[in-house]
């Protein structure tokens, strides 16, 4: 069984930063793609970042040049770093990654539970 679990998040004011991170454990045999997305209340959810195969990155157009998706794969850790945050930016932030747990098997999504990010002044 896989496991996410995000921390980092908070009360930031505008113009702030926050990293938020997410350590994931279980078996796995390959990670097809590491995102983060993020839900404000009364919005759909919505992607914010992703890596994907071959390392490559994927931004959301609002968060291009303010955020930046990494992971550190010795602490199986995925990170958001998160600058000159803007009201629009409250929400709650969720890892996702796809992962197979043999060869050949299909990748399946897995979530975490969420770290609720509050920018405000």
């Known amino acids: 069984q896989v496991q996410l679990v995000e921390s980092g998040g908070g009360l930031v004011q505008p113009g702030g930063s926050a990293r938020l991170s997410c350590t994931v454990s279980?078996?796995?045999?390959?990670?097809?793609?590491m995102t983060w997305y993020r839900q404000a209340p009364g919005k759909e959810r919505e992607l914010v970042a992703s890596i994907i195969t071959g390392g490559n990155t994927l931004y959301t157009p609002s968060t291009k040049g303010r955020f930046t998706i990494s992971k550190d794969s010795a602490k199986n850790t995925l990170y958001l770093q998160m600058s000159n945050l803007i009201p629009a930016d409250t929400a709650v932030y969720y890892c996702?990654?796809?992962?197979?747990?043999?060869?050949?098997?299909?990748?399946?999504?897995?979530w975490g539970q969420g770290t609720q990010v509050t920018v405000s002044p």
């Open positions: 996702n990654i796809g992962a197979s747990h043999d060869a050949g098997e299909e990748a399946t999504n897995y």
């Open positions: 279980g078996t796995i045999f390959a990670i097809n793609h």
